[in-house]
């Protein structure tokens, strides 16, 4: 699994992942949409941490540097 994810892109997703965790856990929003908000949190923190987002594959989107060959 190559990496496709800028450093830029990582801490964009680890702040929106933040912020839906705070609105979850204040009761700001609950309910359905608070339980979507945290599993994507989830996911962006996971993609975040991993450096490759699943979705960026089929349009050719890389925010990395790429690799000098």
């Known amino acids: 699994m190559k990496k496709n994810m800028g ?5 964009v ?11 979850y856990f204040t009761n ?3 309910e359905t949409i608070g339980l979507i908000l945290l599993g994507m949190a ?3 923190l996971f993609t ?3 450096s490759f987002c699943p979705l960026y594959g089929p ?5 990395c540097k790429k690799e000098e060959e």
């Open 28 to 30: 700001i929003i609950s």
């Open 48 to 50: 975040s941490f991993i």
């Open 7 to 11: 450093s830029s892109d990582r801490m």
């Open 13 to 23: 997703r680890l702040i929106i992942a933040l912020i839906f965790s705070v609105l």
């Open 59 to 63: 349009f050719g989107l890389y925010t």
């Open 42 to 44: 989830g996911i962006f």
